[in-house]
């Protein structure tokens, strides 16, 4: 079973940057779509970023500029890297791998922002 864990999160200042890892349990050559997501307190689980096979990206309107999605095939690892962190980005940041034969997501890893 293919198993996804999530790592980088913090307390990170506001005007700060933060790098979240993905560690995915198999090639990720494999999956068709990885993505990140994430929960603020008492909001709905929002989308992101997400990366294909090909290396194509797709980021909602509220992420591009800030939010960077990569991958490092050798390592089976996704990565988002998130700039100019703000209060509101404070949330359980989560990731997902999509395939034909499965759909797993990660425990989150918590990212807050705060002085």
């Known amino acids: 079973q293919v198993q996804v864990e999530e790592s980088g999160g913090g307390l990170v200042q506001p005007g700060g940057s933060v790098r979240l890892s993905c560690a995915i349990s198999t090639n990720i050559f494999s999956i068709d779509l990885i993505s990140w997501y994430r929960q603020a307190p008492g909001k709905q689980r929002e989308f992101v970023a997400s990366?294909?096979?090909?290396?194509?990206?797709n980021y909602p309107d509220s992420a591009k500029g800030r939010f960077t999605i990569s991958r490092d095939n050798a390592e089976n690892t996704v990565y988002l890297a998130v700039n100019n962190l703000r209060p509101e980005d404070t949330a359980v940041y989560y990731c997902?791998?999509?395939?034909?034969?499965?759909?797993?997501w990660g425990r989150g890893t918590q990212v807050t922002v705060s002085a």
């Open positions: 997902r791998a999509t395939h034909f034969d499965f759909d797993v």
């Open positions: 990366i294909t096979t090909g290396g194509r990206t």
